[in-house]
Nanobody, 124 residues
């Protein structure tokens, strides 16, 4: 079983940047596809970005956000630029075992493991 811990959230002004990290323990992250989701108060959990276990394939629904991973460090990242107040939410990383090296996943139900979340607040 893999444990995930997010960090890097905080308060930032609109137009600023943050880099979130998701550190994994318990298993080697290279066997897992990774994803980032977010949830604002009163809203459903929303897909943000995903990356395959090998890192060669990724997708981000937000052109301002970039997902990456460093399997040697057992860590995934979410670089967020040009932040807007509507980006305010709790951000979660998620992981699932993946046998294909180039597959990534969009739905929360696709993921078996979740971190506790990190708050991102963007002020106007």
């Amino acid at each position: 079983q893999v444990q995930l811990v997010e960090s890097g959230g905080g308060l930032v002004q609109a137009g600023g940047s943050l880099r979130l990290s998701c550190a994994a323990s318990g298993r080697t992250l290279s066997s897992y596809a990774m994803g980032w989701f977010r949830q604002a108060p009163g809203k459903e959990r929303e897909f943000v970005a995903a990356i395959s276990r090998g890192g060669g394939s990724s997708d981000s629904r937000k052109g301002r956000f970039t997902i990456s991973r460093d399997n040697a460090k057992n860590t995934a990242y979410l670089q967020m630029d040009s932040l807007k107040p509507e980006d305010t939410a709790v951000y979660y990383c998620a992981a699932r075992l993946a046998y294909a090296t180039s597959t990534y996943y969009y739905e929360p139900n696709d993921y078996a493991y979740w971190g506790q979340g990190t708050q991102v607040t963007v002020s106007s």
